[in-house]
């Protein structure tokens, strides 16, 4: 792919990954407002993408501008801490996931792990951040079990993109 053409694509993504995270707290806020911290995860559509086509550092920059703009901006100080840290665990964890094991995952697994590693991420920092530990466990398993479906939703959903994807970089 072309340097120009990366650029573009890699700018496109991270507005859409700021979008996408935004409506996700919109959206989760009016529909899933009893569970405090769950989100859909929509966002995470486009970090897989990049994670598979993309350089690290260029995943990395992605990841940190939307955790930044999203986070910082939108949600504040703790949010960013908080759902910054698990968005970069996330990203790490899907990125080595599928450089080192893209024959044996498919997306969907890939989207899982990443997800599930969100969501840990996530009630550690908080569990460290408000000294919460048996509350972050028996709430933890709730997100976990949310966590898991959105995260294979967004897997099928990434299996048909790559598919667009692959067509508009050839």
Partial sequence: MKNTKKIVLLSIFT?????????DSMITEAAFSFIPMARIGLANVIVLLVAMNFRFEEGLVLVLIKSLLANLLYRGPIAFIIGGTASLISFLVMYYLFKLAKTKLSEVGISVAGGFAHIVTQLLVTAFIYHMQEEIIIYGV???LLSLVTSIIIGFIVQKLAVYYHRITE
């Fill in 142 to 144: 709730l997100l976990v």
């Fill in 15 to 23: 507005s859409l990954s700021v979008v996408l995270s935004i409506v």
